[in-house]
T-cell receptor
Framework: AQTVTQSQPEMSVQEAETVTLSCTYD???????LFWYKQPPSRQMILVIR??????QNATENRFSVNFQKAAKSFSLKISDSQLGDAAMYFCAYRGGMGGADGLTFGKGTHLIIQP | DAGVIQSPRHEVTEMGQEVTLRCKPI?????LFWYRQTMMRGLELLIYFNNNVPIDDSGMPEDRFSAKMPNASFSTLKIQPSEPRDSAVYFCASSLMSYEQFFGPGTRLTVL
């Protein structure tokens, strides 16, 4: 079974600074997808960024980018120019199976605090 | 698009009662997922459907839990009888093929 590990229960960063959230995973599959989801206090799950394992290029979405190291099974999220609205729980998630169609396996999450 | 719709948003019930959670996926999506979130166990997959057919229910904790998807626009998750340890936030999500999953707002269940 796949596992996802987020080793940082909580991170704190000053507004406008850059922060990196760590995620490692374990799998025997070669084709899969990785995601970062954000969960603010409203508890709504919001997709931040997605990475296909077959793509070598790291995904980027505005201020959010990933460092995907397939051999190391590492998938970190970098948030640049942190804003107060970025404060939330961040979950790393894995989706594998035939055609990447399985349900998501989540890490335990990282609580991100933005200091004004 | 209205997104994934879940009802009720909050449910408080007493131990032993039957609880039914409802979900309407995004129109056109062919996958539907049920997740549970607790402080102790985090987010965990309970069951998922593809084209209304259950594919993997290995995450369903006990026989007290059951899920159905009678058509492409509706799914239920039922707990009978409910127990205090079932208290959690239950999320429904849908996706088109293997693309990203879109989550509903969740149902916060409290079993007294």
């Amino acid at each position: 079974a796949q596992t996802v590990t987020q080793s940082q229960p909580e991170m704190s960063v000053q507004e406008a600074e850059t922060v990196t959230l760590s995620c490692t995973y374990d799998t025997s599959e070669s084709d899969y997808y990785l995601f970062w989801y954000k969960q603010p206090p409203s508890r709504q799950m919001i997709l931040v960024i997605r990475q296909e394992a077959y793509k070598q290029q790291n995904a980027t979405e505005n201020r959010f980018s990933v460092n995907f190291q397939k051999a190391a099974k590492s998938f970190s999220l970098k948030i640049s120019d942190s804003q107060l609205g970025d404060a939330a729980m961040y979950f790393c998630a894995y989706r594998g199976g035939m055609g990447g169609a399985d349900g998501l396996t989540f890490g335990k999450g990282t609580h991100l605090i933005i200091q004004p | 698009d209205a997104g994934v719709i879940q009802s009720p948003r909050h449910e408080v019930t007493e131990m032993g009662q039957e609880v039914t959670l409802r979900c309407k996926p995004i129109s056109g999506h062919d996958y539907l997922f049920w997740y549970r979130q607790t402080m102790m166990r985090g987010l965990e997959l309970l069951i998922y459907f593809n084209n209304n057919v259950p594919i993997d229910d290995s995450g369903m904790p006990e026989d007290r839990f059951s899920a159905k998807m009678p058509n492409a626009s509706f799914s239920t998750l039922k707990i009978q009888p409910s127990e205090p340890r079932d208290s959690a936030v239950y999320f429904c999500a849908s996706s088109l093929m293997s693309y990203e999953q879109f989550f509903g707002p969740g149902t916060r269940l409290t079993v007294l």
